[in-house]
């Protein structure tokens, strides 16, 4: 009796134990590939750091936008960077005094498929009006080196002026500064690809 009784006792506690670890494992497979907070600014309007702790610390930046909408050309966001190990983020903001605004801020995790031949293309819009603006590629790796920068199309080559090209945030974004003739469709193609292993 007591043999049956020290086995039910083990058999119990191994389940339990399976238990933990299957509830552990789905806890981690489900873990949200993207992650959004929004950020009520104060209403004095005066310069503020604010910070967001994040759930795990392979995130990457894919959006900040103000709202409402309307609000947007009166906000100022600056120093938007990933601290402590990529499990915060921080920014600085400053608007109008009096309005009720937000940032809401969206991250997401980098694609775990391959890339084919270790290049990764990214195609990026430029903004219709011609402004100077800060442009951002998220890599789904920090090993990437530049290989090239075009314009497309090939005909608005030498209406585009693309200057402060660096890579940022450990290697896992790159950010180039872009200016061109305004009313023009155009876009700007990055291919990165990873050193060949010796």
Do not use: W
Request: positive net charge; charged residues 30%; contains cysteine.
């Amino acid at each position: 009796m007591r043999r049956i009784t020290a086995m039910s006792s083990a058999l119990i506690a191994a389940i339990l134990c399976l238990g933990v670890i299957g509830t552990s494992m789905a806890v981690a497979a489900g873990a949200p590939k993207t992650y959004t907070k929004t950020v009520k600014l104060n209403k004095s309007g005066a310069e503020e750091t604010y910070r967001i702790d994040l759930p795990d610390t392979d995130y990457r930046l894919k959006s900040v936008t103000v709202t409402p909408k309307k609000y947007k050309g009166s906000v100022d966001i600056s120093n938007k960077e990933f601290r402590l190990g990529g499990s915060q983020y921080r920014f600085k903001a400053t608007h109008v005094e009096g309005i009720k605004v937000s940032v809401r801020v969206v991250f997401r995790k980098p694609s775990s498929r391959p890339v084919a031949k270790g290049t990764y293309t990214k195609t990026v819009r430029l903004n219709r009006s011609g402004a100077e603006k800060t442009y951002r590629i998220d890599l789904p790796d920090t090993d990437y080196r530049l290989k090239s920068i075009t314009v497309r199309p090939k005909k608005y080559k030498g209406s585009v002026d693309i200057s402060n090209k660096e890579f940022r945030l450990g290697g896992s974004q790159y950010r180039f500064k872009a200016t061109h003739v305004e009313g023009i469709k155009v876009s700007v193609r990055v291919v990165f690809r990873k050193p060949r292993a010796d």
